[in-house]
């Protein structure tokens, strides 16, 4: 359900034998697939208890991002591995955002050039491979060594970063953009504003319908920003202080 009305006074996270969990009143959150709800890290509870304790009257799910991330990392509903996570992101290399260029318009062309260009540079330089881009339909032609360094890096990652990762990468539609912001090398807004700038272009060149525009930007900011929150909490070994959330 898209909303549903608030049906608790109180959020709090307790420590359980399986990790951190979230406590609505006096009851245990669940899965939608009725499995408890328990998370790696007190950060990531303290985080997701905030999503809840932030809902009014009603509960709006579709704003609880690091929420929905955690029932997906829980429930894994496609039921796949990490070697089948880490393909299926470095599959998105084939059509990264990023790598593929237009001729025609010239100004967009050089737009695409002077704002791409770099952070592919950085990803060149940063993982030691070569990516480059293409004007083709087919795409750049994107070497064997290079999806097998980034299958390697992403190893690195435990299995709930990696659904963090992904949901990234669907978002921004562009691997390399994911790991320049998951690796900080830029912000949010940067990110998404690579990730949309063919449309930005568009929209500069003949207007936008002002409320679409705005909901969409704001909405892909979100669900890029949470993401990217929720594989750092992920990979998080320290922990916070534990603490009842309150007003």
Request: glycine share 4%.
């Amino acid at each position: 359900p898209a909303e549903r009305k608030r049906f608790y006074q109180n959020v709090s996270i307790s420590q359980g034998e399986g990790g951190f969990e979230i406590n609505l009143d006096h009851r245990k959150l669940k899965t939608p697939q009725a499995k408890l709800f328990t998370v790696p890290s007190e950060a990531l509870a303290v985080a997701v208890a905030t999503e809840w304790d932030s809902q009014k009257d009603t509960i709006k799910f579709y704003t609880m991002h690091l929420t929905t991330l955690c029932n997906t990392a829980l429930d894994n509903p496609t039921q796949r591995n990490k070697t089948q996570l880490i393909r299926a992101a470095v599959k998105f290399l084939e059509t990264d955002t990023v790598c593929y260029r237009v001729e025609e318009p010239a100004a967009l062309a050089e737009l695409q050039k002077n704002e791409w260009d770099p952070v592919v540079a950085w990803a060149e330089e940063r993982y030691n491979v070569v990516i480059g881009s293409s004007t083709s339909i087919l795409g750049p032609n994107i070497p064997a060594s290079t999806k097998e360094t980034f299958v390697s890096h992403l190893a690195s990652y435990n299995m709930w970063a990696l659904q963090g990762i992904e949901y990234v990468i669907t978002q921004l539609k562009s691997l390399i953009l994911s790991m320049g912001l998951i690796d900080r090398h830029i912000t949010v807004e940067k990110a998404v504003l690579l990730s949309r700038l063919e449309e930005e272009y568009q929209i500069q060149r003949w207007g936008s319908v002002e409320w679409a525009h705005d909901y969409d930007l704001c909405e892909l900011r979100a669900r890029a920003a949470a993401g990217t929150l929720f594989v750092h909490l992920c990979s998080e070994s320290s922990t916070v202080k534990h603490k009842l959330l309150q007003d």
